[in-house]
């Protein structure tokens, strides 16, 4: 029978590996709770306004969209043109042209 009042102390190396699996156990809990918050806080942001429409010029078929603060951007004509639009009234600002040549 072992006595219970044996007052030897665990060895050290034991000790080390109670001492790590404890921090490493923290450590998780903490990362975990830091995902937990970033999803949160990420998910509960408002989403940007964007335009109910845009009047595209006859003919032209959007293909991508992408927007900033003052400006939204309309890629059409299979990606070798790019229509962008001022975002306080609507109106087309500026078309660029893309030449992209095949390697």
Same mark, same amino acid.
């Given at each position: @029978?072992?006595? !219970? ?9 034991? $000790?080390? =590996? ?9 450590? @998780?809990? /903490? ?10 806080? $990420?998910?509960?942001?408002? &989403?940007?306004?964007?335009? *109910?429409?845009?009047?595209? !010029? ?8 992408? @927007?900033? !603060? /003052? ?11 790019? =229509? ?8 087309? &600002? *500026? ?6 040549? &095949?390697?």
């Amino acid at each position: @029978m072992s006595d !219970p009042l044996n007052t030897e102390s665990e060895p050290a190396n034991l $000790r080390l =590996l109670r001492v790590l699996v404890t921090v490493l156990t923290t450590v @998780m809990i /903490g990362g975990l709770l830091v995902i937990v918050a970033l999803f949160v806080i $990420r998910f509960s942001a408002s &989403a940007p306004v964007v335009p *109910q429409a845009i009047t595209l !010029p006859d003919g032209v078929t959007a293909e991508s969209f992408t @927007m900033t !603060p /003052g400006w939204y951007a309309v890629v059409v004509e299979g990606g070798t043109r790019i =229509l962008i639009f001022n975002r306080s009234n609507g109106e087309l &600002a *500026q078309t660029v042209d893309v030449n992209v040549t &095949a390697d």
